[in-house]
């Protein structure tokens, strides 16, 4: 029987290509229209590019003239300005982490939240989320938007919420057994990391707990990385996209099919450009994805410069029914990308490699640094049960040789006896260290 495909809002995720297109049009104008009048900041800087608002009528008239918004453009107005309305209209506020600087924020008026519900519930639903579930949420609930994305979604579906919020893992297990939690969602690491410590004491997730959804996010993960999840926790996991300047998770989903994700074209008009020059990039090519907010009252962005890199599939419909265009999982950050003597490389293609191995554990470290005059790479890799020393050199041998084919770098590597690397219990999970001082 063919499965039968939900949504959360059936007509508006249906919606014909060409109706899209129409609705990309006139939102468009009304959010230039808005920046041009209500952000001291896109006032300041039209007024510098003597642009005016006749000027701009079509996303085309911004790229031939380079335009972009950038997370700098965004610190250089901290806290406030880019707001497009009056502060006491601001509902609800996050922030980035800001550990590489002043945080970037994300302001949203009551109506913003209201739509940020709709979007993550379209999302949510796509992965698998119904009013009947128990729904618990791992990210933290605070200025991270994470956790909030998921909590403003689940309360559109209508689901029991368990919001259990960042940390304390013995409790968060503990809560799964004790309110029957069905689905959860979670930073990518943190889904090991439950598994991990539910281990420890005994504990088969697959046997013990309900859990049979989950929908996962914040950092780049592989397909390995997914299988690995679908093994630990007897489920199908999705890859919920999204970042704080926007609104949070719920940007863009991948659907039952698993081959892209559907990026929400009623809310964001969404570009690939070549991350070192700001053209656009042809049919399918990888590039760094650029947004446009449609809908977005207390802070439009426009031509925002994401830094995270993947392409725009052809293809305007999807076997789910959605007709969303769909753009790959995300390759990597144009910040992530590592330049070890002269090669370059993203630290998810060597994951790729490390978790191919059935006797590699999931955490990895990888150390860059200099030797002399030129530099060195370390990866260190937890086996998943304590492996002989033939075993493990043989098997060193082979992810060498597989790193060397794949990146043409030729890096060295330690297989540590399991659960040696420190563990991440809040946030995202930091597995570069870049110990140049130069690096570029
Ligand atoms: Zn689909």
Known sequence: MPQQDSYFNRSLERLFPDELEQIQERKFKETIQRAYDRSPFYK????KLHLKLDDINRIEDLSKRNFFTTKEDLRGCFPFGAMAIPRNEIAELHATSGTTGTPTLGLHSAKDLDDWGQIAARALVMSGLTKDDVFQITPSLGMFSGGFGFYHGARKVGCTIVPASAGFSKRQIQFMIDFKTTMFSAIVSYAFRLAEVAKEDGLDLRKETSVRKGVFGSEIWTREKKKRITNLWDLDPFDIYGFTELYGPGVG?????????????????????????????GPEEQGELVFTTLAKEAM?????????????????SCDCGRTHRRYKEILGRTDDMVKISGVNFWPSEIEAILLHEPDLGHEYRITISHAGSADKLLIEVEAKESLDETKASELARKVISDINNVALITPELRILPPNSLPRVEVGKAKRIYDEREDRD
């Open 44 to 47: 300041e800087t039209f007024k």
């Open 300 to 316: 439009p962005l426009i031509r925002y410069r994401s830094r995270d890199l993947s392409f725009l599939m052809d293809s305007k």
């Open 253 to 281: 989903n991948d659907c039952r099919v698993h081959d892209g994700l559907h990026i929400w074209q009623d809310y964001f008009l969404v570009e690939v450009v070549d991350p070192n020059t700001g053209e656009p990039v």
